[in-house]
């Protein structure tokens, strides 16, 4: 990187920051969330515990409703087709809604055998089944607030969904102590919070959409076909590579879990670490889908190409950076640490992850740039090939007997995909210019 700033670079850090913003909120205000309910009791604790591992995985499936939505709008708009970027935004506002509707139900029904899914039993899974029917009932609001992110993000635009995110998790906090304790309401107060705090940003970025006139509500089934075939095909990629990284990582949780309980907590505290570093690479990717789409719609290769560099140099930057804060910070674990075996193995595996944090940041900064240029595919063969490949060696290979090794697998998870990425970049931006 030179001395001064470009007018891309600019415009990368002006997407990139805030978006780090929005993706810090949520789990921050998360740890305020749990701390308001750990108040109440072990079993309090235990059932938030349960909704929260189910309502992530539910809603994890359902985040192409941002990835698609934004490069299809970005690129909308960078060919000058407003009113193609407006039908996008439309129809994933619609698909949503549809989307909301049926997750409810289903939630509602089944409630009781997702907690028992989870093995929970006698007052953890009754406090559980009660919270996460509650939590239900803003389904539809978590959904929308996720196409609204793409399309403000679409617009090139993440300073809004910061302010939105800002308000919304403000809304929970003010609500949960309220609800929690002065009401009385206990477990069921910090639903009805969130419930009410996720009604709220839905709310907002619908009045913002319609008075900047951002989005068309459809009249006619011919009019989304082609909007929702392309949020369909692509959303549904999307769901299949969220599938292979989920099993990754679910795999490496388990075998940690396999070689005892001091692994196994090494391994949280790991993994924790290691997904806090990634949100930094995470929101220059967010970045990418915008800037890389709105590229492929008004330029050609070269162009498309300069701005690639540009972005995969930031990753270089932060992935380096990334790498020496977690090689030192890793000393630090100990006083997270339970135990002092705990310790010593997490601060060994924490080393791994600072060796792949280059790495990986040019992989989640690729990620982006496939999503921008659409080339979906490509992310689920980079998904695929690195997850199966990881999962063989953690399960029939001598890395699967350490918690240092379970990591080095996941490094070849993640070498794996940027390799792949590397093979298929030319197809991919060749593709996206004559589409």
């Known amino acids: 990187m030179t001395g001064r700033l470009t007018t891309t670079d600019k415009e990368i850090l002006g997407l990139a920051v805030p978006a780090l913003g929005s993706l810090a909120i949520d789990p921050l205000l998360t740890l305020a969330d749990t701390a308001f309910v750990a108040r109440l009791g072990t079993t309090e604790l235990a059932a938030l515990g ?42 994933a506002l619609l698909l949503a809604v549809v989307l909301g509707v049926l997750m409810t139900v289903v939630v509602e029904a089944v409630a009781p055998s997702l907690v028992d899914l989870m093995g929970a039993e006698g007052t953890v899974a009754g406090d559980a089944v009660s919270y996460l029917r509650i939590r239900a009932l803003a389904t539809i609001a978590v959904l929308v607030v996720t ?3 793409g399309a403000f993000r679409g617009h090139k635009d993440t300073r809004t969904p910061f302010v939105v995110a800002l308000g919304v998790n403000g809304v929970n906090l003010v609500l949960d102590p309220l609800l929690i304790f002065v009401l ?18 839905a709310i907002w970025f619908l009045r913002l959409i319609r008075s900047r ?46 070689l005892g ?23 220059l990717e967010v970045a990418a889908q915008a800037l890389v789409a709105d590229e492929t719609g008004r330029s050609g290769v070269e162009a498309i190409g300069a701005l690639n560099r540009r972005l995969l140099r930031w990753g270089l930057l932060v992935g380096g950076s990334l790498a020496v804060l977690v090689g030192l910070g890793r000393y630090a674990l100990p006083i997270l640490a339970s135990e002092p075996l705990v310790a010593d193995m997490a601060i ?24 921008g240029l659409l080339a979906i595919g490509s992310m689920v063969l980079s998904t695929a090939i690195g997850a199966v490949t990881a999962i063989a060696l953690m399960q029939w290979s001598p890395l699967g007997d350490s918690l240092v090794g379970i990591w080095w697998a996941l490094a070849v998870f993640i ?5 792949v990425f590397v093979l298929r970049y030319p197809a991919a931006v060749s593709t996206a210019v004559r589409s």
């Open 213 to 258: 006139r951002m989005g068309e509500r459809p009249r006619r089934l011919a009019e989304s076909l082609p909007a929702l075939m392309s949020l369909g095909r692509n959303g549904g990629l999307l769901i299949v590579r969220t599938a292979f990284l989920l099993a990754a990582f679910t795999v490496a949780a388990s075998t940690a879990t396999r």
């Open 261 to 283: 309980p001091t692994e196994i907590a090494a391994h949280q505290l790991v993994a924790q670490v290691f997904l806090l570093s990634a949100m930094l690479a995470d929101s």
């Open 147 to 149: 196409a609204g992110h």
């Open 184 to 201: 009385g309401m206990g477990l069921q107060g910090a639903a009805w919070a969130t419930v009410a705090a996720q009604w709220v940003g």
């Open 415 to 419: 070498a794996l995909r940027g390799v």
């Open 50 to 91: 349960v909704d929260a591992a189910i309502l992530t995985l539910a809603f994890f499936g359902f985040n192409f409703l941002s990835f698609v939505t934004t490069p299809l709008v970005a690129k909308s708009l960078g060919q000058g087709a407003v009113d193609d970027a407006r039908r996008y935004v439309g129809t």
């Open 348 to 371: 060994a595996a924490a080393g791994v992850v600072a060796l792949i944090e280059p790495v990986a940041a040019l992989v989640f900064v690729s990620d982006g740039i496939f999503v």
